[in-house]
């Protein structure tokens, strides 16, 4: 089975990542990612797990970096990460865990968050991505989401100023799978109308829309 067109080009390094210079900056100020967590937020299609996973790939390589959604992070599931944290892996020898839709952190797991974010070793990384609006909803539902983010690097991505950048960048990606037969005009109006979401936007794509 092919990777649909969202997996097959996501970036995998920094130098890559399109529309989000001041976010890729803010990555790169802050280093080595180990003992570290980040919280990711912006529009959804804008880069919030491409980043993720280019962080935990700084330190750890594919088979170690776990991923789940933040209703899923029980307070069951943060102690056998926290156990499972203790021993370096192989390869890199990092370990990496990617916990998105964090706004479906539950108050016991927030909770519990804002203890182990204080003893992450320094070869872990935990990197919590979620949408504004999941973001607001969190902080007014539950105290402790606020101090949660303040323990962890904020990243906030921009969803302004990207049409023109991801219909160029799309149009590319439409030309190479033989699957573009519109002008860049077209793209920029897909973007706009996919809300500058670029994962809907190469699967419209992969539908076939951009052909003649």
């Given at each position: 089975?092919?990777?649909?067109?969202?997996?097959?080009?996501?970036?995998?390094?920094?130098?890559?990542?399109?529309?989000?210079?001041?976010?890729?900056?803010?990555?790169?100020?802050?280093?080595?990612?180990?003992?570290?967590?980040?919280?990711?937020?912006?529009?959804?299609?804008?880069?919030?797990?491409?980043?993720?996973?280019?962080?935990?790939?700084?330190?750890?390589?594919?088979?170690?970096?776990?991923?789940?959604?933040?209703?899923?992070?029980?307070?069951?599931?943060?102690?056998?990460?926290?156990?499972?944290?203790?021993?370096?892996?192989?390869?890199?020898?990092?370990?990496?865990?990617?916990?998105?839709?964090?706004?479906?952190?539950?108050?016991p797991s927030i909770e519990l968050l804002?203890?182990?974010?204080?003893?992450?070793?320094?070869?872990?990384?935990?990197?919590?991505?979620?949408?504004?609006?999941?973001?607001?909803?969190?902080?007014?539902?539950?105290?402790?989401?606020?101090?949660?983010?303040?323990?962890?690097?904020?990243?906030?991505?921009?969803?302004?100023?990207?049409?023109?950048?991801?219909?160029?960048?799309?149009?590319?990606?439409?030309?190479?799978?033989?699957?573009?037969?519109?002008?860049?005009?077209?793209?920029?109006?897909?973007?706009?109308?996919?809300?500058?979401?670029?994962?809907?936007?190469?699967?419209?794509?992969?539908?076939?829309?951009?052909?003649?």
């Open positions: 089975m092919s990777l649909p067109l969202y997996e097959k080009y996501r970036p995998s390094k920094l130098s890559e990542v399109v529309g989000q210079p001041k976010a890729v900056k803010q990555i790169e100020s802050v280093g080595d990612p180990g003992g570290k967590s980040y919280w990711i937020s912006g529009a959804s299609g804008t880069g919030k797990t491409t980043l993720a996973k280019i962080i935990g790939a700084l330190i750890a390589d594919d088979f170690f970096v776990s991923t789940t959604v933040g209703r899923a992070f029980t307070v069951k599931a943060i102690k056998e990460t926290v156990q499972d944290w203790q021993l370096s892996a192989w390869g890199k020898g990092g370990r990496a865990y990617i916990i998105n839709e964090s706004h479906g952190l539950s108050a804002l203890d182990v974010l204080e003893m992450i070793p320094a070869h872990v990384v935990v990197i919590f991505t979620t949408t504004k609006e999941g973001q607001a909803e969190l902080f007014e539902d539950h105290i402790d989401a606020s101090p949660l983010c303040s323990r962890c690097f904020d990243i906030a991505l921009t969803n302004q100023g990207l049409a023109k950048l991801f219909a160029a960048h799309v149009q590319g990606i439409a030309q190479l799978e033989g699957l573009d037969g519109q002008p860049i005009a077209a793209y920029i109006k897909l973007a706009q109308k996919c809300k500058n979401n670029m994962r809907a936007m190469l699967q419209a794509v992969a539908a076939g829309v951009m052909k003649i």
